[in-house]
C-alpha cells in the first residue's frame, strides 16, 4: 500500500509534468503559473513601481529621450503583435527611469516595458542597438519568460516542501532541495531564455527595420562596460562567451528580412 509521503511526491511530479508548454522556439517550458496570472501579477507591480518613480521624479521628463523611446519601442510592439496576434490585447507601454547609474531596461508579462537613462547614456546605443536591447525585452515577454519564471520558483518551493515530508532528517532534505532546484531548474532556463530571447529579438528588430548586425556591436559595447563594473543589465541577462558569435551566425538570415526603407508602422503606446 503506498505511503501518505509517497502519494504526495507522485502528485507533485505528476502536476509538474502536466504543466509543461512548448516556447516559441520548441523549448519545454515549465508552466504551474498561466500567463494571465502572471500579466496581473506583474500590472500590479509595475504600476506600483512606476508611481513611487513618478513620486520621487524619477521618470524621465525628457520630450526628445522618450520621443526617441517610444518611436523604436512602438516599431517593435507593431512587429510582436504580428508575432503573436494574441498580444494585440496587451496594455503595451513604456516609461525611461531616471538612474544615470542604472544600465538595465525590461519587460514584464503583458507588455509593461521601463528602461533607464544610465543604459542610454552608457553605453550609448545607436537606433538599432537601441532597438535590439528592446526587441530582447520584448521576446521575454512574448516567450511567456515571467510565468516560467514564477513556476519555477513555486516548483521549486514545491519540490523543497515535498522532499521535506518524505525525509526524516528535514534539515538536510531541505537544504538539498533548494540546492536542486537551483543548479538543476533555475540556472538551465535562465540560460536558455537568454539564448532564446536573442534568437527572437534579433528577428523582431530585423523585422522592424532595424540593422540585425547592432545585436553583435551592442553586446560589445556592453562587454566593455562591464570592465568598470558589472551592469545590471549583464546581472539578469547573464552573457555566455559565444553569445556574440551566436548573433553573428544569425546575421545572415536576419539581413534577408531587414528592409529600413520600407514603411514600419508605429504603435500608439500608452
Same mark, same amino acid.
Given at each position: @500500500?503506498?505511503? %501518505?509521503?509517497?502519494? +504526495? ?20 517550458? +515549465? ?22 518613480? !513618478? ?27 504580428? @508575432? ?18 542604472m544600465v538595465n531596461a525590461w519587460c514584464m508579462a503583458g507588455g509593461r516595458m ?26 521575454? %515577454? ?7 519564471? @514564477? ?16 525525509? !526524516? ?17 533555475? =540556472? ?61 551566425? =544569425?546575421?545572415?538570415? @536576419? ?16
Amino acid at each position: @500500500m503506498i505511503s %501518505a509521503r509517497r502519494f +504526495l511526491i507522485l502528485v507533485v511530479l505528476s502536476s509538474l509534468l502536466a504543466a509543461c508548454a512548448t516556447s516559441p522556439t520548441g523549448r519545454k517550458q +515549465l508552466m504551474l503559473v498561466s500567463e494571465e496570472s502572471a500579466i496581473v501579477s506583474s500590472k500590479e507591480a509595475y504600476l506600483s513601481t512606476v508611481q513611487g518613480l !513618478d513620486q520621487a521624479g524619477k521618470i524621465e521628463g525628457s520630450s526628445a529621450v522618450n520621443a526617441r523611446v517610444l518611436e523604436i519601442t512602438g516599431r517593435l510592439i507593431t512587429e510582436a503583435i504580428k @508575432m503573436r496576434p494574441d498580444t494585440s490585447r496587451w496594455e503595451w507601454s513604456v516609461v525611461v527611469i531616471d538612474d544615470p547609474k542604472m544600465v538595465n531596461a525590461w519587460c514584464m508579462a503583458g507588455g509593461r516595458m521601463a528602461i533607464y537613462t544610465g543604459l542610454l547614456e552608457k553605453i550609448q546605443p545607436t537606433d538599432d542597438e537601441l532597438a535590439q536591447v528592446m526587441a530582447h525585452e520584448i521576446s521575454h %515577454a512574448l516567450a511567456k519568460h515571467t510565468a516560467e519564471k @514564477m513556476s519555477i520558483q513555486m516548483a521549486s518551493a514545491i519540490g523543497v516542501a515535498a522532499v521535506g515530508i518524505a525525509s !526524516d532528517n528535514t534539515g538536510v532534505a531541505l537544504t538539498g532541495a533548494a540546492l536542486t532546484a537551483m543548479l538543476a531548474v533555475t =540556472l538551465p532556463n535562465s540560460r536558455a531564455a537568454e539564448k532564446e530571447a536573442d534568437i527572437i529579438g534579433i528577428e523582431l528588430a530585423a523585422r522592424s527595420g532595424y540593422d540585425p548586425r547592432a545585436a553583435v556591436s551592442l553586446w560589445h559595447k556592453m562587454g566593455a562596460e562591464s570592465k568598470s563594473g558589472t551592469p545590471q543589465f549583464l546581472s539578469t541577462h547573464p552573457s555566455p562567451d559565444n553569445r556574440q558569435q551566436r548573433l553573428a551566425k =544569425l546575421e545572415a538570415k @536576419m539581413l534577408s528580412l531587414y528592409n529600413p526603407g520600407a514603411a514600419h508602422p508605429v504603435y500608439p503606446i500608452r
